[in-house]
């Protein structure tokens, strides 16, 4: 099991960005893909979920109407994306292989995006 | 929102030596089926997040068996039996019982 997201990305204010998580070694429409953020030095924060099986998302209250989450299961892979970025934007994101059973664990990780947001 | 507190927040142990970490719940995290939906994990220092636990005791594939998780309803615990030097870094408590995940704090452990 594999979640391949790139190394990082370098944006301004108000500018745009999707972020891309592929997973491989499993049936991709099997499992949620879930979000997670962690701001410099800070601990982790659920932003929100989706089931690549029929696109049926949950986002965290906190990040609700910020955030798109999204996912192409005939390439396999979820997007989480912005139209207006903030600079309170910067930091890690993870995405998760969120499984069903087991307790809804998320039992396989990427090594996560920094994403960096300034002027 | 489940809030969930772990104490302590930082811990520095010499190898060989045994280790222990909290978790509280605001509300019980037992699931219709009788277990706890709680996990632990680790994120080593610049890695991401790695499953160790899942419904509270269950460890996780690969996961060493000096590693285990105790705990229902809403008191949970991380115990090492004995800390080797590739345990360090920040583990974290999760609830899954919610849509709603939320996390715990994260308690830092140092190797001496």
């Known amino acids: 099991v594999q979640l391949v997201q790139p190394g990082s990305e370098m944006k301004k204010p108000g500018e745009s960005l999707r972020l891309s998580c592929r997973g491989s070694?499993?049936?991709?429409?099997?499992?949620?893909i879930t979000w997670v953020r962690q701001m410099p030095g800070k601990g982790l924060e659920y932003m929100g979920r989706?089931?690549?099986?029929?696109?049926?998302?949950n986002y965290s209250p906190s990040f609700r109407g910020h955030i798109t989450i999204s996912s192409d299961t005939s390439i396999r892979v979820a997007y989480l994306q912005w139209t207006s970025l903030q600079t309170s934007d910067t930091g890690i994101y993870y995405c998760?292989?969120?499984?069903?059973?087991?307790?809804?664990?998320?039992?396989?990780w990427g090594r996560g995006t920094l994403v960096t947001v300034s002027s | 929102d489940i809030v969930m507190t772990q104490s302590p927040l930082s811990l520095s142990v010499t190898p060989g030596e045994p280790a222990s970490i909290s978790c509280t719940s605001s509300?019980?995290?037992?699931?219709?089926?009788?277990?706890?939906?709680l996990g632990w994990y680790l994120q080593k220092p610049g890695q991401s997040p790695q499953l160790l636990i899942s419904?509270?005791?269950y460890r996780a594939s690969g996961v060493p068996d000096r590693f285990n998780g105790s705990g229902s309803g809403t008191d949970f615990t991380l115990k090492i039996s004995r800390v080797e030097a590739e345990d360090t870094g920040i583990y974290y408590c999760?609830?899954?019982?919610?849509?709603?995940?939320?996390f715990g704090q994260g308690t830092r452990l140092e190797i001496k």
């Open positions: 998760a292989r969120h499984s069903r059973t087991s307790g809804n664990v998320l039992d396989a």
């Open positions: 070694g499993y049936s991709f429409s099997n499992y949620w």
């Open positions: 989706i089931d690549p099986s029929d696109s049926f998302t």
């Open positions: 509300q019980s995290l037992q699931h219709s089926s009788g277990k706890s939906f």
């Open positions: 419904l509270a005791t």
């Open positions: 999760m609830q899954t019982l919610q849509a709603l995940l939320t």
